[in-house]
């Protein structure tokens, strides 16, 4: 059974930097999709990121491109989110979220239903 934990959210001011982490258990994550999503107060879920199992490919949402960059550690079996330049409005829940697959691409609709799911972990953007 994969397990996956979130952590790295903090409260930072606009324009500075974090690094968020989903580490996985009881599974190798070499085929599996991991995504992160966010979530803030009165707000739907938004896929923000993912990374395909296959070849790595990697998918932002429009807000984050060029601002953020999801990696993957296979030897420390975590998953990374790298937020650079961080603005109020990235404030939310960050979740991430996996499904194991063999396809070339992952997916970052609001809707789509990722198997496993993390915990939460807090960005607050604020001056």
């Known amino acids: 059974q994969l397990q996956l934990v979130a952590s790295g959210g903090d409260l930072v001011q606009p324009g500075e930097s974090l690094r968020l982490s989903c580490a996985a ?9 991991i995504a992160w999503y ?15 199992a296959s070849d790595g490919g990697t998918y932002y949402t429009d807000s984050v491109k060029g601002r ?10 975590t998953v990374y989110l790298q937020m650079d ?6 404030t ?9 697959t063999t396809s070339f691409v992952c997916y970052i609709s609001p809707d789509y239903d990722y198997a496993w799911w993390g915990q939460g972990t807090q960005v607050t953007v604020a001056s």
Do not use: M, W
Request: aromatic residues 8%; charged residues 30%.
């Open 25 to 33: 258990s009881g599974r190798t994550l070499d085929h599996y999709a």
């Open 38 to 52: 966010r979530q803030a107060p009165g707000k739907e879920r938004e896929g923000v990121s993912c990374s395909s």
């Open 68 to 77: 953020f960059t999801i990696s993957r550690d296979n030897a420390k079996n």
């Open 85 to 90: 330049n961080l603005k109020p409005e990235d």
């Open 92 to 100: 939310a829940v960050y979740f991430c979220a996996a499904e194991i």
